[in-house]
């Protein structure tokens, strides 16, 4: 059965500075997430992304954040400077065409920043 | 405000008692509700949602709009269901979810 991937499964990191989380979706979905879930926290929505463009982004999803499908099959979240608190599990999910479809979430990335 | 909430952050039961999860909801449109399981060390996957109406491993949830709520039942749980169950909603185009905080079910032997 397919599933979504995500590398690396644990990101350690000095403040400051810039981190690449990468997932693989699964190969006919064409709607990619990130979510994020700080430790002992609600899972929270940052940005969805379809047909190579961010369609929806939260507050949290700031000028420090972006995402990108370099090579039509990898979606990366790049944060440029990171800060103590993005220090968090990080989700990759990915749903099929129409509505309401279910999104398959990967294992997540916990990324620490020290 | 869209939001979802799980009062509960920790349910214990024994083996063969009922259990409810409960949730509420708060959003201005029609959303779409789902219960989301996450067992020890594996990814988040989905448990059931309201439109489908089925039942998943025992468990089922009705969608109460009158009272906001798709609270999650089982009749007789098992030591299985041990796991984070996290109710969530989506709306709106991109269908991004919106997530509770979770309740930890624990069902002891």
């Known amino acids: 059965e397919p599933e979504v991937t995500q590398t690396p499964s644990h990101q350690v990191t000095q403040m400051g500075q810039e981190v690449i989380l990468r997932c693989v979706p699964i190969s006919n979905h064409l709607y990619f997430y990130w979510y994020r879930q700080i430790l002992g926290q609600k899972v929270e929505f940052l940005v969805s992304f379809y047909n190579n463009e961010i369609s929806e982004k939260s507050e949290i999803f700031d000028d420090q954040f972006s995402v990108e499908r370099p090579d039509g099959s990898n979606f990366t979240l790049k944060i440029r400077s990171t800060k103590l608190e993005d220090s968090a599990m990080y989700f990759c999910a990915s749903s099929g065409t129409g509505p309401y479809n279910e999104q398959f979430f990967g294992p997540g990335t916990r990324l620490t920043v020290l | 405000a869209q939001r979802v909430t799980q009062p509960e952050k920790l349910l214990s039961v024994f083996k063969g008692a009922p259990v409810e999860l409960k949730c509420n909801y708060s959003?201005?449109?029609?959303?779409?509700l789902f219960w989301y399981v996450q067992y020890s060390r594996q990814r988040l996957q989905l448990l059931l949602r309201?439109?489908s109406r089925e039942s998943i491993k025992g468990f089922t949830a009705d969608l109460n709009k009158g009272e906001t709520s798709f609270h999650l039942k089982k009749p007789f749980a098992q030591e299985e269901d041990s796991a984070m169950y996290y109710c969530a909603l989506s709306g709106g185009a991109t269908n991004k979810l919106i997530f509770g905080t979770g309740t930890l079910l624990a069902v002891q032997p």
């Open positions: 309201h439109i």
């Open positions: 959003y201005s449109g029609s959303p779409e």
